[in-house]
């Protein structure tokens, strides 16, 4: 009795330690294969990465850097890090002193930037597109969504086609608005000397429509976008 007894301690033993075993090999296995994964990847830092500006001593660098949708084109954000700037943009909102924005093209390299210079700060900028936007959105972005069972997720969002940027003047009390075409590059700046932009969305698939603040008073206005004019100027009666 006594033998069965060492004899059925001795079988779990030897169970225990091929499971032990066996757990060994599939931790090594599955180390093994994040070790070949790893070295398929490129690994990239999340700092911002610093740039050199020509005639400037501020440490600017690229803040950030993603695709415009449906365009072909790469926006490259250029901004002083550890300064906010608390800037409103299509993507979210920059904690950075945004500066510039450089549009580039993913097949040619071919690049431009909206800005000439480094010298201001952009408050505000949108990618819009060639489309009204649709009544009942919730948020800002989604008054261009619509639904559509051919795409994968059941919804449609349409390239961008036009940009808008409002840029701080030198003593930042006020600003200046640049629109711009995304295909040809034609910009200008339409709106000048405002105290700030409440709301913006695309009348028609050409037309932009803004409500701004201009000293004491709320103005609605509209600007024919391929023809960089502004069309409609009427003040907003308060009271």
Do not use: C
């Not at 926006?75 to 945004?98: C, E, M, T, W």
């Not at 701004?212 to 976008?225: F, P, Q, S």
């Amino acid at each position: 009795m006594t033998e069965v007894v060492k004899r059925g301690g001795a079988g779990r033993l030897l169970i225990w330690i091929f499971a032990g075993v066996g757990l060994l090999a599939a931790v090594a296995v599955i180390w093994l294969a994040a070790m070949l994964i790893g070295t398929g990847r490129f690994s990239r830092s999340h700092d911002p990465a610093p740039v050199a500006v020509k005639g400037q001593t501020a440490p600017f660098s690229v803040q950030d850097v993603r695709d415009v949708r449906g365009t072909g084109l790469v926006q490259l954000a250029i901004g002083i890090p550890g300064r906010v700037g608390k800037v409103a943009s299509s993507s979210g909102r920059y904690d950075f002193d945004h500066r510039n924005l450089i549009l580039l093209d993913k097949a040619t390299g071919a690049s431009r930037k909206l800005l000439p210079d480094n010298n201001r700060s952009i408050m505000e900028f949108r990618f819009l597109p060639a489309v009204a936007a649709l009544d009942g959105a919730q948020r800002r972005g989604e008054e261009y969504i619509e639904e559509d069972p051919d795409e994968a997720d059941g919804k449609r969002v349409p390239p961008a086609a036009y940009y808008v940027l409002a840029v701080a003047q030198a003593d930042l009390t006020k600003q200046d608005v640049l629109v711009g075409n995304i295909s040809d590059g034609r910009q200008a700046f339409l709106l000048k000397n405002l105290d700030g932009i409440d709301r913006m969305w695309m009348l028609t698939p050409t037309r932009l429509a803004l409500v701004v603040r201009e000293g004491m008073a709320v103005h609605y206005k509209v600007i024919d976008v391929p023809t960089l004019k502004l069309v409609l100027a009427r003040p907003v009666e308060i009271g």
